[in-house]
């Protein structure tokens, strides 16, 4: 477990493009690719498939699902540091219902950025962008929330849709849920991937995970407990490393689990 006193600058996050397109970071001197991209290179090519044909007769579409959930994203953010959510008129029926969820925690530890101060080392060097990562599965995110609730250690994340997600899978023939069952299913993933590098830098594992999902029509908040987060975290291991050993056969001198060359540390701030 990393602490402050021990942070160095070479330990500090740095969000990177590559040129392959993915995102990565460099995390304690290793190249790591975010737990987006873990989750969206070993989707199935029927998945892929799909979101290429619902982009083409889609067209601007996912840039603006991009646009709403960031300014949902930035009320959240705004909203639990007192501040005015600042979320435009267009984007009011998304907004509609989430603060009945933002108000449950009564205690906070992380939105978008930690909140406490023994978790600074996570922070980036402008000191407003934060990262969670695990140097032993080799990857990073940024967490939405972090918080508790009545003493119960709970890691949330914020999802605009147009329809709502669902935690059972549905009858065979129902599109609209079985969108929604595998965008939880992902959503889920990658919160446990979160609790998991959470706990490796900082020691502290969340007990709950909690989606908190805005449609046009309602809000929802689908609480997922520590089992099935487990099962969860299994699940994403295995994607994982699926993606790395992917990246190691088609790239070797490129993949992420290359240290970063010495000349390529950032330097040290003033």
Not at 177 to 203: D, H, N, P, S, V
Request: proline fraction near 5%; glycine fraction near 8%; include cysteine.
């Amino acid at each position: 477990m990393t602490t402050e006193s021990q942070e160095t600058t070479a330990d500090k996050p740095y969000r990177i493009q590559t040129a392959s397109g993915y995102r990565k970071y460099l995390c304690s001197g290793l190249y790591m690719p975010s737990v987006t991209t873990v989750l969206s290179a070993t989707e199935t090519e029927k998945a892929k498939a799909g979101l290429r044909n619902w982009q083409a007769n889609n067209p601007g579409a996912l840039e603006a699902a991009s646009t709403r959930g960031s300014a949902i994203h930035l009320g959240c953010e705004n909203y639990l540091r007192g501040l005015d959510p600042g979320v435009p008129e267009e984007y009011q029926d998304f907004w509609t219902g989430m603060t009945q969820y933002l108000d449950w925690f009564d205690t906070l530890h992380w939105s978008e950025r930690p909140l406490r101060p023994d978790w600074n080392h996570l922070r980036s060097d402008d000191r407003e962008v934060a990262y969670v990562w695990s140097t032993e599965h080799l990857y990073a995110g940024c967490p939405d929330l972090i918080g508790e609730i009545g003493g119960v250690k709970i890691i949330a994340d914020f999802k605009t849709s147009n329809a709502p997600y669902s935690a059972v899978l549905p009858e065979k023939g129902d599109r609209a849920g079985f969108g929604g069952f595998r965008k939880y299913q992902k959503c889920a993933q990658q919160m446990a991937a979160y609790r998991l590098a959470l706990e490796e830098r900082t020691g502290y594992k969340c007990d709950v995970a909690l989606i908190i999902v805005s449609t046009p029509e309602t809000t929802q908040g689908i609480f997922i407990d520590s089992d099935q987060m487990d099962r969860h975290e299994a699940k994403f291991l295995k994607r994982c490393k699926e993606f790395h050993d992917k990246e190691s056969a088609e790239d070797p001198e490129n993949s992420s689990q290359q240290e970063l060359p010495e000349q390529e540390q950032p330097a040290a701030s003033s």
